[in-house]
């Protein structure tokens, strides 16, 4: 059974950093395209991220130039670091495998003063 649990998240200030978490389970993970996905409050869920299974990056356009995605397939865990936060990033994140309909619980994002 094809699980996702993302980790990481919190509050912290305009400007700030976070690393995300996701650990997948239940599939071949090495051979995975990871993505990375955020659902803000009354807002429709919207792609972030995608880390391919070589470790090629891909962003929407709002992140570019402050988010990083990577993924360490020993650990089948992939990672979304996250600088130069804007409260517009607040929202509930999520990992998935690409074509999955599996999703994890989220982990909450705030930035706020």
């Known amino acids: 059974q094809v699980h996702f649990v993302e980790s990481g998240g919190g509050l912290v200030q305009p400007g700030g950093s976070l690393r995300l978490s996701c650990a997948g389970s239940?599939?071949?993970?090495?051979?995975?395209?990871m993505t990375w996905h955020r659902q803000a409050p009354g807002k429709a869920r919207e792609w972030v991220a995608t880390?391919?299974?070589?470790?090629?990056?891909f962003y929407v356009d709002a992140v570019k130039g402050r988010f990083t995605g990577s993924r360490d397939n020993a650990k089948n865990t992939t990672y979304l670091q996250m600088n130069s936060l804007k409260p517009e990033d607040s929202a509930m994140y999520y990992c998935?495998?690409?074509?999955?309909?599996?999703w994890g619980q989220g982990t909450q994002v705030t930035v706020s003063t």
């Open positions: 239940g599939f071949s993970f090495s051979d995975a395209i």
């Open positions: 998935q495998e690409f074509g999955s309909t599996t």
């Open positions: 880390v391919a299974p070589g470790g090629a990056t």
